[in-house]
Structure formats: C-alpha cells, structure tokens
C-alpha cells in the first residue's frame, strides 16, 4: 500500500464525488426521456436501453471491477473508470442515432461499474475505524442526493438548454476528479484473487443477452429469433453457474446463496428496484405527455417521491436495529406497493398532480425503508472477509433489477396500450403502475422470509 499523508476533506469529497456521478447517471436521463425520443424519432421500447444499456453495463462489469481494483490497485482503477465514464458521457452528448446513444451508454456504465465499489473501497480503507461510520455515512448521503436532484436537474437542464448537457456536465467533473485523485487518494490493494475471463465473458453475455431478448419482444421482432437468443442467453447463465460450483476462486461464490437472509434479500432487492425502476421511467413520461408538463417540471414533480430518502433513511436505520430488517423491510415495500397503486388508480380518473403528492411520498418512504433495510441484512448475512464479493453481488441484484423491472414495464405498456392517444396512454400507465405494485408485493413476499440477526445467529450456532 502506498504511504501517504490522507486528508480527510479531500478523500471524502473526491470519493463521493465518483459515487454521485455515477448514481446520477442512472437517474437524470429519465426526466430527458421524452426529448430524446422525439429528437431520435423513436419507440418506447427503444427508449428504454437509454437506461437499460447503462444499468446492464454497470451489472456486467461490477464484479470484474471489483477484482480488477484489488489486484492493480482501488485508486488507479477508480480513475480509470471516471476516464472511460468521462468519455462515455462525451460521447453520449454527441450521438446523432440511438445506436450510438446506446453504445455510448455502455462505454458510459462500463466506466461507472468501478467508481462506486472502488470509492467505497478507498474510504474504507483509509479512514480509521472510529470515523469509519461517520464517514460512509456522509459518502452514503452524498451518493443518495443523486436519486434526489438527479430528475429535477435533468429536467431543469432540458428545459433552458438541451438534453445533450445531461452529459456534458460529467466531463470537466469528471477531469477535475482524475487530476485531483491523483494528488489527494491513497492508493491500496485487496486480496489478488485471478480473474477467469470466460467466467467474465459468460456473466456479460448471459445477463445482456436475457435482457435484450426480453425489450425485444415488444418491437415484434422474429419471435423464432427472440427465443433462440433467450435460450442462448440462459445456456450461458446455466454454464456460468456449473463453474461457479467447481472453481477453486469463483467470480461468484454460490455457497453464499445457501445463507437464507442472503438469498431472500437479495431477491427482495432486485424485486424492490424492478419496480422503482419501472416507475421512475414511465411517470416523467406520463406528466409530461398526460398533465402537459414541462422537462422541469417533471423533475420537480418526483421530489415528493425521491425526497423522502433525505428523511426516512436515517429512521429506518434506527427502526431495523430495533425492529429487525424483516419487517421494516416488508412495511417499506407495501408501502411502496401501495404507493404506486394509488398512483395508476389516480391516473385512471385523469386526477391533477397534486391528488399524487401523498402516493409519491408513501411510495417513496417504502423504499426509503426497504432499502437500507435489505442492503444491512445481505451484508451482515456474511463474514466481514466476505463483504466485498456481497456488496458487488448485491449490487448487481440491484441494477439487474432495475433493468428488468424497465423491460417487463415497457412490454405491459405495449401490451395495454400505445403512445398514438392519451387514452391508450393512461391506459397503458395505470397497467404499469398495477404491475410494478404487484413487483413490489411480491418483494415484500421475499423479506418475510428473513430470519431475525439472533435467530439467525442461533441456527448458525447450532450448525
């Protein structure tokens, strides 16, 4: 490890800054939705890979990232993931077609897959234990204000200039950050575990091309096509996991998912973000087409919603130690569920935004709730040895989530409805809305299967 006086302002500032950009990635193209699908002269089923193509990236990448900065050092690999998200976002700025944007967005979130687990990494490491929880904590805030200000500045970016400088605001962050993390951020190394690149190569194809087949199904594409590549895709995901189960070093290790908590929160958590993230892409594009908002706002119109992590999370800690995770984490997501059920019943009678206000923050304080409450459990289901491998695997339960959950929300909308009339538009709305309640439901189904932490440490105990 590289010795270094550390400065702790600068260290939490610059490490903070690599998560926040790339949690705002994912977030402020949702309320540019709509200017680039009538700038590009696209569907909504092509609309979609705006986000996916940057969720999936970072899902693919992450866990080969994580390895690539133990071995080659945490802060060499953290700015060279801001130099390729820099040059993906260049790069999205200037594309023409939605091939390129798609493209680009993968360069993008191929960059992005590094700066949060390695940013974490570098404070970790470099704090002391005493300011250790306090510190997280501030880079923890700093990444959430993402999901806070991220549509409400998209919106508000869109609306006095284009949408093209949703990207171009990352580059001279993004170069600042580079030069300064070079001067400012110790550099450390993990455990040098090899990287098996077929093991790689089967997780990126498996995980892109189930999703591809999925968003595809909606243009009505060669259905004989679809299904060979579907089936591909999980042949690949089927091989991925017969090595995992035989490999003395597994990029993956499958013994994890034997934990009860492990397994039951992570599909809690992919079902949790499925559905947020099937709301967040279609209600920006529900107030700007239906109650004739403009890009700003839309973005302004989801703060009820987002704005509650601010509030509620820092409750919802105290409430799982004392509670248990289970059980917040099962009121968070019927809140949640209900949230967005009220919303679509709301969008059925064609209700003004203000009669949505309260379902925002209902929703929004579900997952306020869940989500730390799921993220604890997965990390304490582990030895503390294990928790880099956990929050990479957990994470990408997070993201796969989200890109399903905005796949499975754009085939119900093609299903129950169209773009070409308002009608048909509310009517696909309200069964998105219906269906990422149902998401939500069954996520909460998920965490009810959680053991409390004493009745989890008794069983272990008595293993």
Partial sequence: ??????????????????????????????????????????????????????????????????????????RRVYNLGILVFTIGSILCALATQMPFLIIARIIEGAGASVMTPMSMAILTNAIPNEQRGKSLGIWSGIGGLALIVGPALGGLIVAELTWQWIFWINVPIGLAVIILSAHFLPESTGPAASINWLDVSLSMFAMTVIIWALSESTTGSNWLMLGSVFILGLAAGMWFIKRQRVSSAPLVSLRLFRNRNFLAGNLA?????????????????????????????????LLPWTGTLVIVAPFAGKAVDHFGAGRVAILGLFCQGFGYLMI????????????????????????????????????????STEVGQVSGVYNVFRLLGGAVGTTIAVMVFTLAGNTQTTTMYISGFCMVMLTTALLSVIGAGCAWLLRTPEAHRTKQKSV
């Fill in 344 to 383: 679509g019943e709301l969008a059925a009678y064609q209700q003004a935004y203000i009669a949505m206000v309260v379902p925002l923050a209902i929703a929004g304080t579900g997952l306020s709730m869940a989500g730390p409450a799921l993220q604890k459990v997965v990390l304490g289901a582990v030895t």
């Fill in 1 to 74: 490890m590289e010795k270094r006086q550390v400065h702790s302002g600068w260290l939490i500032t610059l490490t903070s800054l690599g998560f926040f950009m790339a949690m705002m990635d994912s977030m402020i193209v949702t309320t540019a939705s709509t200017a680039i699908k009538m700038d590009f002269h696209i569907s909504v089923a092509s609309l979609q890979w705006a986000l996916n193509a940057y969720n999936v990236a970072i899902a693919a990448v992450l866990l080969v990232g994580v390895a690539l900065g133990d071995r080659f050092g945490r």
């Fill in 269 to 301: 958590t992919f079902l949790a973000y499925a559905a947020m993230y099937g709301v967040v892409f279609f209600l920006p594009q529900y107030l700007q087409v239906v109650l004739r908002a403009n890009t700003l706002q839309a973005g302004l119109a």
